[in-house]
């Protein structure tokens, strides 16, 4: 596989129980789609620094396709339309190299996955071989480049210095 850029998020802030009970099914605060606004927001002040996915993909579970969902509404409001997927590789527990390598060959361009942790803290230490201090916090998205398995950790978008 040649050379590829992508951007992993972490969902927002969500509830700690659904109205079903079930763990897959917690959708975020009001305060953790505020955060996911202002991080979608900051994404787009990078402008030209390889930070406008090409297509967004998404764990299945509603915190993530909620957190997806609001990364596309800012996107489009800024006039960027950009095509949502579903992938079960970024589920809890089941993003690899090998799987972030076919979902990037699948959507070739900036592909933003939106997942969990610890799954994708474990993807950047795998992928760039860089550590996290904090691990990704909720709403954090962080960019990488090169060619997997060796690639480089560009730049990390924290919530904490975007209004928490």
């Known amino acids: 596989m040649g050379d590829c850029t ?7 802030p969500a509830a700690d129980e659904s109205v079903t009970g079930l763990d897959d ?3 975020l605060t009001a305060a953790g789609r505020g955060r996911v606004e202002r991080m979608a927001e900051a994404l787009i002040s990078l402008g030209g620094r390889g930070a406008i996915p090409s297509s967004v993909v998404t764990s299945p579970l509603a915190r993530a396709s909620e957190t997806s969902m609001l990364l596309l ?12 997927h579903v992938a079960k590789e970024l589920a809890p527990g ?9 979902l990037c060959a699948r959507h070739q361009g900036i592909t933003c996955m939106v997942g969990h942790e610890p799954c994708l803290s474990s993807f950047v230490a795998a992928a760039a071989r860089a550590h996290l201090p904090r691990g990704m916090d909720k709403a954090m998205i962080v960019a990488l480049s090169g060619t997997l398995p060796a690639m480089t950790l560009a730049w990390v978008l924290d919530p904490t210095e975007h209004g928490g």
């Open 94 to 102: 089941r993003l690899t190299v090998a799987s972030a390598a076919a």
């Open 6 to 12: 992508i951007l992993l998020m972490r969902h927002g």
């Open 73 to 84: 509404r800012v996107l489009r409001k800024h006039g960027h339309d950009v095509p949502l």
């Open 25 to 27: 099914d917690r959708i």
